[in-house]
């Protein structure tokens, strides 16, 4: 199969964001002067990038040979036997079965040959559970760029063995040890990196949130996701599905599966967010569904923060969605009544990793596992319309969550 990528012409309702980086209200750019220069930068050579058959062959090329798309799209008849509605398919996207495990990957790859089509010979990023580190230090080591991550120390110390990786796949990992030591203040690391090294830096944003246009090209980069399932599903059903359900961190997979769907109003879109020990305990990540609008990492978009406009803590159980805010598009899709955002606590994604993983043999990551367990619990409430077919996105595969589910599970 055949999928073209970043055809601007396949982007259907892709009208957004604006001239100005926004997507209705949210988005934007706010941003110290200084980086003003390199995003427009960024934001011209992607629109160039963009409309070169070159650069889209290139891509094309890479994703098939080192990322391994298309990825599957297959039906889970046991574990759709599980939900107990008549004549129900379940079908998951197997974006676990890419070169290093995840999602991630799609978007590192492409901007690190934006980087290169730029003329610049380092990559900077960060990262919270390792995840987009050991993605965007995987490409660096196959397009042959310089490669530093940096870490809050806190996180390098929970995510040993990731540290381990990008180490072994030549970047240097930078401890922060600035105030959380955590996602938060690595970011503010990198972005002083890049302010002072803008002529051979490009850095390599992991979600679909931060300043324009990062939103625009993270989506772009991730539409490959739906774009191959509305093939397969076509090929397979002879129609699209009733609902699409993914996890929500920053929305990077999300909106990757949901956007060539928008335009179709009898695809139900559902994100699913962390919920981690319950909404009502204030102890969670769901900024959608207990967040409001405000300033942060660059643009305007949902976030949890309190009275006083100060981002609060986060939990989740599942790393990479343990981040108070939310990309911009997810917010504009929340705000238009498209997409609908629901909520797994950490108990429900276990359960939900159990049921894959006893029924299919698949291990999901701790963060998808919140999608499997929602559509379980959907099913369970009575609210599965008989014969519905059912694409659930599999963002990520379970190997770096063992320990943490081993543990649950047994208590
Ligand atoms: C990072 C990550 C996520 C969350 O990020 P999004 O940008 O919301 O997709 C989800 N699943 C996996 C496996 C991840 O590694």
Redo the contacts with the bound molecule.
């Keep these: 199969m055949v999928i073209d990528h970043v055809t601007p012409g396949a982007l259907l309702s892709s009208t957004l964001p604006d001239e100005r980086g926004r997507f209705g209200e949210f988005g934007g750019r706010y941003v110290p002067e200084g980086l003003m220069a390199a995003l427009l930068e960024l934001e011209q050579t992607y629109a160039v990038a963009r409309a070169d058959a070159g650069f889209r062959d290139e891509l094309r090329e890479l994703l098939r040979s080192r990322v391994g798309r298309p990825t599957l799209l297959h039906q889970v008849p046991r574990f759709a036997e599980l939900l107990a509605v008549p004549g129900v398919r379940v079908y998951l996207k197997r974006e676990d079965m890419t070169h290093t495990g995840?999602?991630?990957i799609n978007n590192a790859l492409g901007q690190g040959l934006l980087a290169k089509r730029m003329g610049k010979t380092r990559i900077i990023a960060e990262t919270g559970?390792g995840?987009?580190g050991v993605a965007v230090a995987t490409v660096c080591a196959m397009l042959g760029m310089t490669c530093v991550i940096y870490m809050g120390a806190h996180d390098m110390h929970r995510q040993a063995s990731n540290v381990m990786r990008m180490t072994l796949l030549g970047a240097e990992v930078r401890p922060v040890e600035t105030g959380s030591r955590r996602l938060k203040e690595a970011i503010s690391e990198s972005v002083r990196d890049w302010v002072s090294n803008l002529d051979t830096t490009h850095y390599l944003f992991?979600?679909?949130a931060g300043p324009a246009p990062y939103p625009m090209i993270v989506r772009d980069l991730q539409t490959v996701i739906g774009r191959e399932t509305r093939l397969q599903i076509l090929k397979s059903e002879g129609r699209l599905p009733d609902y699409l359900v993914a996890?929500?961190?920053?929305?990077?997979?999300?909106i990757g599966l949901f956007h060539p769907f928008v335009d179709e109003p009898e695809v139900r879109l559902i994100g699913v967010e962390a919920a981690g020990l319950g909404v009502e305990t204030g102890v969670h990540a769901a900024t959608l569904n207990a967040g409001s609008p405000g300033e942060m990492d660059g643009a305007y978009s949902y976030l949890l923060q309190d009275d006083d406009g100060q981002v609060t803590p986060t939990h989740s159980i599942a790393a990479?969605?343990d981040y108070p805010g939310v990309g911009p598009e997810l917010s504009y899709l929340k705000d238009i009544g498209r997409v609908t955002y629901r909520t797994a606590t950490d108990a429900v994604a276990l359960r939900g990793l159990h049921a894959l993983t006893r029924t299919e043999g698949i291990i999901p990551?701790l963060?998808?596992a919140h999608a499997v367990g929602y559509v379980l619990e959907l099913a369970e409430r009575g609210d599965l319309p008989a014969d519905s077919i059912v694409v659930l996105g599999l963002?990520?595969r379970g190997d770096k969550d063992l320990a943490i589910a081993a543990e649950r599970l047994a208590g």
Excluded: I, M, R
């Excluded at 996890?247 to 999300?254: F, L, P």
């Design positions: 995840a999602h991630k559970a995840q987009h992991g979600t679909s996890c929500v961190g920053g929305g990077s997979n999300a990479g969605l990551a963060e998808s963002s990520g």
